[in-house]
């Protein structure tokens, strides 16, 4: 099993950065897991793809709407994700999700094929 705890949000201003934390634990995680990724939903809104990076390559992809202010990374070492959010938006608040995926996917945008999940971490950018 693989478990997954999100920390670092909180409440920023319009211009702000955060670092968001994904700790990662279970004896398959290393061996299971091919990428971790963050999804965030707004009140009313759905789920929504963020940004994710394959664990043993490292290759990043990015929402077009996050793209340039948005940068994710991991440490193998710690089995640990990160999303820096930096130049962040009223837009940008929302509860943020950790998710990770199995097996290797071109539909990676996709929620339904991440099957671990974090808790939720809450973001939340005043104007």
């Known amino acids: 099993q693989v478990q997954l705890v999100e920390s670092g949000g909180g409440l920023v201003q319009t211009g702000g950065s955060l670092r968001l934390s994904c700790a990662a634990s279970?004896?398959?995680?290393?061996?299971?897991?091919?990428?971790v990724g963050w999804f965030r939903q707004a009140p009313g809104n759905e789920r929504e793809f963020v940004a994710t990076i394959g664990w043993s390559g490292g290759s990043t992809y990015y929402s077009d709407s996050v793209k340039g202010r948005f940068t994710i990374s991991r440490d193998t070492a710690d089995n640990t994700v990160y999303l820096q959010m930096n130049s962040l938006k009223p837009e940008d608040t929302a509860v943020y999700y950790c998710?990770?995926?199995?097996?290797?996917?071109?539909?990676?945008?996709?929620?339904?094929?991440?099957?671990?999940w974090g808790q939720g971490t809450q973001v939340t950018v005043s104007s």
């Open positions: 998710a990770a995926r199995r097996g290797s996917s071109s539909s990676y945008v996709s929620s339904l094929v991440y099957q671990y």
């Open positions: 279970g004896r398959t995680f290393s061996s299971d897991v091919r990428a």
